[in-house]
Nanobody, 118 residues
Framework: VQLVESGGGLVQPGGSLRLSCAASGFTFSVYDMRWYRQAPGKEREVVASIITAGGITHYADSVKGRFTISRDNALNTVYLQMNSLKPEDTAVYYC????????????WGQGTQVTVSS
């Protein structure tokens, strides 16, 4: 099982980044997908989530209206489009896959650094 994030980097405030998470080794289409982030000295927090079929999404209040989560089940990939980035968005962003069938499987990627700074 692998979740491989990409697309992080350094961006100026107000800029945009698109994160990708490529999944392999499990049936991606039956897993709910989430993006989490963890800033230095802070707990990991969920940023956005999308259900298996992609029709329902949820966002943390801090990113509503700026971030968009999407998925392509044909490509086994989930995305996070981040616009109007702020310095407080600086964190390591992690991709997470959560199964629905018992036993419930919970998979994590290695993370990708996003730094918002001028």
């Amino acid at each position: 099982v692998q979740l491989v994030e990409s697309g992080g980097g350094l961006v100026q405030p107000g800029g945009s980044l698109r994160l990708s998470c490529a999944a392999s080794g499990f049936t991606f289409s039956v897993y709910d997908m989430r993006w989490y982030r963890q800033a230095p000295g802070k707990e990991r927090e969920v940023v956005a989530s999308i259900i298996t079929a992609g029709g329902i999404t949820h966002y943390a209040d801090s990113v509503k209206g700026r971030f968009t989560i999407s998925r392509d089940n044909a490509l086994n990939t989930v995305y996070l489009q981040m616009n109007s980035l702020k310095p407080e968005d600086t964190a390591v962003y992690y991709c997470n896959a959560l199964g629905r069938s018992i036993p419930i499987h919970n998979y994590w990627g290695q993370g990708t650094q996003v730094t918002v700074s001028s």
